[in-house]
């Protein structure tokens, strides 16, 4: 068809003219020339970045302690139920008040902090948009998560700080052991017949939150064995011949062809956050090598995540990429290096840190998704987080 087309062209263009122009003139295209990025950063050269994000997230903040905004902020996410939207500002206000928590104490930081765990604990519990929008999860997840963290902080464990923690991290656990699906996990969409225990789970979703549940049986709240054993049995079986997880457990394998979601490159995320749960629930089958495995591939497939960041359209980049998994990806990078042994982790993470200086805009802010006051939140969070995990 081709050479057809150009055979034409050849006959009916005058030899020596190009065409006359149709429309709106478009102007020479311009080679483009991006920054260079350093292969490795030092925790001292990422120390701008790092306090340009914090004084950021800090500026953000509403006078009553939360982040963003409970309703569409930004018309690129129309659609969702009303509902959704104030789930995605609970989800992304938890990362918020985690990274608050895990940054150097001052005076200014430790008002924002109390302020942040006071509108977390506070604000109404999220609920479900609708049959199959069942977004309230990213909030009960990364609630719950946040919670358990905060308790587990000499600052948080005593007092009616502790209580409110405790009392809002068990209504979490209550709703995320109401909701988990019948193959053991959890996720933010439902598929037909709809009931209250959902049919659909993720690799991710469950990986996240699963070190959390563990934690929450250790400390005696009503988790029985076999919830978390039904949870790590699912993240388990969504691992892959060479180290990719699935996006979701399937009696078989879903892999169409060479450029599909479930291969390593679609995978980056997945793979760092099922490696660290795993190991922090116990599971031996993820040695040191599986997570050098991982993190080596996280590095040489990296320009797939680097294409998919900021396209507004979810799983629009190659291997189905999202752009909202970029900075999910690297916090738990990060968290998974730090479960290698001491004298290695500092090689891995100055690998890392320029994946994270180099998206940051000139407020100190980052998105990896679009301008929504969540995205904005969540990724601002996850940066300063996997920076941290990195100097502490």
Same mark, same amino acid.
């Given at each position: 068809m081709l050479p057809t087309l150009l055979c034409w062209a050849a006959c009916v263009l005058p030899q020596g003219e190009d065409p006359a122009p149709v $429309? &709106?003139?478009l102007p020479a295209a311009q080679p483009v020339v991006s920054r260079e990025v350093p292969k490795t950063l030092s925790g001292e050269e990422i120390h701008d970045s790092h306090k340009r994000a914090i004084d950021s997230l800090l500026g953000r903040q509403n006078p009553d302690g939360s982040w963003g905004a409970g309703a569409p902020d930004c018309v690129l996410e129309l659609g969702f139920a009303l509902e959704t939207y104030y789930s995605w500002q609970v989800g992304a206000h938890a990362l918020g008040t985690m990274a608050l928590a895990a940054i150097p104490e001052t005076p200014e930081r430790r008002i924002a902090l109390d302020r942040a765990i006071h509108w977390l604990c506070t604000t109404r519990p999220s609920t479900r948009g609708s049959d199959w929008d069942n977004d309230r999860v990213w909030s009960t997840l990364y $609630?719950?998560?946040a919670c358990m963290e905060l308790l587990d902080d000499k600052r948080f464990q005593e007092g009616p700080t502790a209580e409110a923690l405790t009392s809002r991290g068990k209504?979490? /656990?209550a709703s995320l052991l109401a909701h988990q699906s019948d193959m053991g996990?959890? %996720?933010?969409?439902?598929d037909p017949p709809y009931d209250r225990m959902p049919t659909w789970a993720t690799s991710f979703c469950t990986a996240l939150v699963l070190p959390s549940m563990v934690r929450a049986e250790q &400390?005696?709240?009503l988790v029985e064995k076999k919830v978390n054993q039904r949870a790590l049995s699912y993240v388990a079986r969504c691992e892959l011949p060479g180290g990719a997880y699935e996006y979701d457990l399937n009696p078989r394998v879903r892999i169409g062809g060479i450029e599909h979601i479930n291969r390593m490159e679609g995978s980056l995320g997945r793979t760092q956050v099922g490696n660290w749960a795993r190991i922090q629930a116990g599971d031996r089958h993820v040695t040191p090598d599986v997570v050098r495995? $991982? /993190? %080596? %591939?996280l590095f040489r497939h990296h320009g797939f995540l680097d294409h998919a960041r900021t396209r507004p359209v979810p799983h629009e980049g190659f291997h189905a990429n999202a752009g909202y998994f970029y900075y999910f990806a690297h916090y738990y990078a990060a968290k998974?290096?730090?479960t290698l042994p001491k004298e290695e982790r500092e090689e891995w993470h100055a690998q890392l840190r320029p994946q994270i200086t180099k998206t940051q805009w000139k407020d100190g802010s980052m998105s990896d998704f679009m301008d929504a006051g969540y995205a904005i939140t969540s990724a601002t969070a996850f940066a300063i987080l996997t920076l941290e995990a990195g100097l502490r």
């Open positions: $429309g &709106r003139v $609630g719950f998560v209504k979490f /656990l996990g959890w %996720a933010y969409y439902d &400390r005696g709240w495995e $991982g /993190l %080596a %591939a998974v290096i730090n």
